[in-house]
């Protein structure tokens, strides 16, 4: 099947992470960042993206952005999202310079596997107030996948976006940005979503759904995907296909930790305490369970 051949190619060119019983992890995908305007789906949830990753940060543990990262589908130019979300930018900045950042890129961030495009945008940014340039991610390697090696067990965990094999997402990327720019863009404002999407067409997420989980019982491995915008957490009789959700659900974000050789899925979500006053809190809605408590 094209799908599982595409997931095979991206898995054997994957980047090997190794770690360990003392390793921290957090997976977000598709925070979909945009230039704050009124189709910047990320605007709503800075606030709790913003708090959560600073959570992680001094927590000791390594941020994995898992593909969509930054919306250049609707977006033309990264200089303007950066612009629009400068902090959360030199928060994800101070976790790479500690080595604690990898970047998976996704469907609407794709051009991140051109390295010429990487160099021109991440490398560094210009500082206003000082009229100098800064760096921001030097050197970075934006990659399709990653193979995280949990050596205790010797267990492989696949981490990709998860479009792989999806006509429009995967081959015909530049015809579906086209769409997006010229005409989903504009109909969002008055209530259309884009049916090719994923994210947003129920039937199309079932079957990426599928195509993963097939992958994970084929390969006998777990594999950790985000794209759909739909949290997933297997019962332990199921094939372990786990999905983060997205960073742009209304009032929420999920995201995926893996720590101390366990796995959850989390959630963040603006709430009021008994005083009435909102409160950013971290929910946890699945697991922990041990990495082997799926077989494979
Ligand atoms: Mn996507």
């Given at each position: 099947m094209f799908a599982t051949q595409r997931l095979n190619t991206v898995f054997q060119n994957a980047k090997k992470l190794k770690i360990g019983d003392s390793s921290k992890i957090i997976i977000f995908s598709?925070?979909?960042?945009?230039?704050?305007?009124?189709?910047?789906?990320f605007a709503k949830n800075r606030n709790i993206f913003y708090y959560a990753l600073s959570f992680y940060f001094n927590e000791g543990y390594t941020y994995i952005e898992?593909?969509?990262?930054?919306?250049l589908w609707k977006n033309r130019f990264f200089s303007e999202i950066f612009v629009a979300h400068q902090q959360v930018f030199e928060l994800m900045s101070r976790f790479y310079m500690q080595d604690r950042f990898h970047m998976v890129y996704g469907n609407h961030d794709?051009?991140?596997?051109i390295p010429s495009v990487v160099k021109n945008t991440l490398y560094a940014y210009y500082d206003e107030n000082i009229q100098q340039k800064r760096p921001l991610f030097p050197d970075i390697q934006p990659v399709g996948g990653i193979r995280l090696c949990y050596t205790p067990q010797d267990r492989d965990i696949f981490l990709v976006?998860?479009?792989?094999?999806?006509?429009?997402?995967?081959?015909?990327w530049p015809f579906g940005r086209l769409m997006v720019r010229l005409m989903w863009r504009n109909l969002q404002l008055f209530g259309f979503s884009d049916p090719t999407s994923a994210a947003k067409n129920f039937t199309k997420a079932v079957r990426v759904d599928k195509r993963l989980i097939n992958w994970s019982l084929q390969q006998k491995k777990m594999i950790i995907a985000g794209h759909t915008h739909r949290p997933r957490y297997p019962t332990t009789?199921?094939?372990p296909y786990f999905n983060t959700g997205s960073?742009?659900?209304?009032?929420c974000i999920t995201g995926i930790e893996i720590r101390h050789g366990q796995i959850a899925l989390v959630r963040w979500c603006v709430k009021p305490d008994f005083s009435g006053s909102l409160r950013i809190v971290r929910d946890i809605m699945q697991g922990p369970q041990p990495l082997d408590a799926w077989g494979y």
């Open positions: 598709d925070c979909h960042r945009g230039d704050y305007g009124w189709s910047d789906d898992l593909g969509d990262g930054d919306e794709v051009e991140r596997s976006h998860g479009h792989q094999g999806d006509l429009v997402s995967d081959i015909l009789a199921q094939p960073v742009v659900s209304p009032h």
